[in-house]
């Protein structure tokens, strides 16, 4: 199950990205002011809370079965995991901003690849860290050889999907790239572990509160402020209904996503990381529906050279994907 919502999650995310890359293109939004506008929006995950007291009024609660109980919305757990989901929150979004900033101040091509292959890595780093210090505990785990195998395809996709030979890491952005791929992996780990601990949308819920009062932090940047006070009119003008979208498409990839992490067992936590090689495939389709349209913004090349690596690429994908699944 945790494999087909993974899937579905990356589509989403792989339009919100779409779109990211269509914004941040056109320079209208710094890095920090981009990043307080899609942490904030993290506050919207609240609004379960009147939806499920609503529908717990209905007669005939038909949505009983995909909502959750409002005591388990509700339900305020012990300050140590309230500060493990605020960390979570947080590392996300500093995540977030060091990706951003990647993307405004390099080409996607030499960000994209070193934080698609470095988050699955650095999971799968932590993770044999912390067993080492902790082997009798939930950390404990043990890959199969299909799995293994079906790690290394799935980054070797992502890699080849996004490698350029023409635009090949520099030694500044893979120190950006790093960066933004630990603190993402630290965030997801987090992430699971505080879904061990709680249900799914008592954890999802302070997550998001997290992410909201990180982004809340930001105010004191006056870049921001004179953002929100006086904003772009440019912006409203040519990119608020795509910034929309995506946040919208971006917060329900998030949320399938962290039903997939939810769901998947500790061990297969890198293996979710390294799937977000599937949300380039869909990239590949949008890109080349609209590089026609947008060809300057998008900077996508379209050549017989590209489309046989990103061919490739798609096939190690779908590679580890059918691994994953008959194992």
């Known amino acids: 199950m945790w494999l087909v919502i993974a899937i579905i999650a990356y589509f ?15 320079a209208i939004l710094s890095p920090k002011t981009y990043c307080f506008f899609a942490g904030i929006t993290s506050v919207l995950v609240l609004l379960i809370v009147p939806l499920v007291v609503l529908v717990s009024f209905l007669p005939s609660n038909f949505l009983a079965g ?3 109980e409002l005591s388990d919305i509700l339900f305020i757990p012990d300050i140590q995991l309230i500060l493990l989901s605020f960390s979570a929150g947080w590392s996300f979004l500093l995540s977030l901003f060091i990706y951003y900033k990647g993307v405004s101040e390099f080409e996607v ?24 210090f902790y082997p009798n505990s939930l950390f404990n785990y043990e890959l199969s050889g299909h799995m293994y195998l079906a790690l290394l395809f799935l980054i070797g996709g992502n890699l080849t999907l996004t490698v350029s030979r023409d635009k090949l890491a520099t030694f500044e952005s893979l120190g950006v790239s790093t960066a933004a791929a630990f603190c993402f992996s630290f965030s997801f780990l987090l992430t699971k572990i505080i879904y061990l601990s709680l249900s799914f949308w008592c954890g999802f819920v302070w997550i998001n509160i997290g992410t909201f009062l990180g982004a809340l932090v930001l105010l004191i940047i006056p870049e921001v402020r004179r953002a929100i006070k006086k904003p772009e009119k440019r912006f409203f003008r040519e990119k608020v209904l795509p910034f929309m979208i995506a946040k919208a498409s971006g917060a329900l990839g998030g949320l399938l996503q962290n039903a997939a992490i939810f769901l998947a067992p500790l061990a297969f936590l890198p293996l979710v990381n390294a799937m977000a090689g599937i949300q380039y495939i869909f990239l590949i389709i949008l890109a080349t529906l609209l590089f026609f349209k947008f060809p300057d913004i998008l900077q996508e090349e379209v050549s017989k050279k590209v489309i046989i690596q990103k061919t490739i690429a798609v096939w190690l994908i779908v590679g580890g994907l059918f691994l994953l699944s008959i194992s």
């Open 66 to 68: 995909f909502l959750p």
């Open 12 to 26: 989403f995310l792989g339009l919100a990205n779409f779109l990211d890359k269509y914004i941040l293109g056109g």
């Open 109 to 132: 091509s030499r960000i994209a690849p070193a934080v698609g292959a470095g988050v699955p890595l650095f999971t799968f780093f932590l993770i044999y860290i912390l067993n080492l």
